[in-house]
């Protein structure tokens, strides 16, 4: 089945009762048994529900996975994968990465005696050389968040086969259409469904995906025992903005490598980070593991200042000032003091995110339009 099927079809089938197309929403908290442990395979909606189960066989569909197991939020997602470390285990990451897995990484599970290493994996030497005796752990972005580096996801999942080391790739920037990274050797995916997958800027939700039974098993429990699980409107939502997964990437793509190529001839603009770019140093990778080059374009100004930033962030009209990527809608950020602020600013420096970085999630409104709201923004600098 290929991809723009199964985003409508994967594991949905008409409601057996009423013959519903549309997965109904199971609004329930419990389920009634026949007698103690006899009941039609749902018990309790911490741990079951209908809703959820069509969609995560769903997400497992379009990452040519077996198993996907939803969570709260893209964070929440996070933190059972990490859950499935002990004290004195070690994550490395990639240097370049979100502010809250950052966060997570360093400040809440380095509370517990996880270990950290931020490492530029597009450097396999460099990630070879870190990985050590109490490395359990890669957390890949790709592309990175905000910078747009692409990472190797073949050649980071063959160096940490080779060391016995599990590998995890967030997905969220790409969403399984442009790539699928299981199929490139990763052991677990993530994402944050909010984004790309929802579509819609309505919804929070994350999901992990992988093919390991026993992985599985062991998340499925944190699942539970955890509790942090999407509510049915939640996935109902998720599924919803599935079926149109591919047509809403595609034409944001297509509208960012527009917009990306407006930028970097623009005179009041430094760099342009997109990894459309022949230019681009992981350019000829992303051409090999992505079916086009992403909907995201970092951007930062001729005047490295926040001042210089703030001035186009509150002056553009259809981008909207708002934190979140991946809506129907286009989005305008500023990384060191929104989703980055939590990273210190001088390892943000040590990346190049600078305090005039400007980062756009590109939406599917006319492009015309987005070039034109940009251009003026823009020629308001002095």
Known sequence: MKFGTKVIHAGIEPDASTGAIMTPIFQTSTYAQEAPGIHKGYEYARTQNPTRSVLEINLAALENAQHAICFSSGLAAMDAILRLLNP????????????????????????????????????????????????????IETP?????????????CTVAKKHGVLTCVDNTFASPYLQTPIDLGADIVTHSATKYLGGHSDVVHGAVILNDDGLAQQLRFLQNAVGAIPGPQDCFLILRG????????????????KIAAFLQKHPKVRNVYYPG??????????????????AMVSFDLHTDTLDYATHVLSNTKLFTLAESLGGVESLIGHPATMT????????????????SLIRLSVGIEDVDDLLEDLAQALDRLP
């Open 144 to 156: 990175t968040n905000p910078m747009l580096n692409i990472i190797d996801i073949a050649a980071v």
């Open 277 to 294: 770019f022949v230019s681009h140093p992981g350019h000829d990778i992303a051409k090999k593991q992505m079916r086009h080059f992403g």
């Open 242 to 257: 599935i079926k149109t997964l591919h047509l809403r990437v595609e034409r944001a793509c297509q509208n960012a490598e």
């Open 88 to 139: 004195g285990d070690e994550i490395i990451a990639t240097n370049d990465l979100y502010g809250g897995s950052y966060r997570q990484i360093v400040r809440v599970h380095g509370r517990y005696g996880i270990e950290s290493r931020f490492v530029p994996m597009q450097d396999l030497a460099a990630l070879e050389a870190a990985i050590g005796p109490k490395t359990k752990l890669l957390w």
């Open 340 to 355: 980055h602020a939590s990273i210190p600013a001088e390892e943000r420096r040590k990346v190049g995110l600078s305090d």
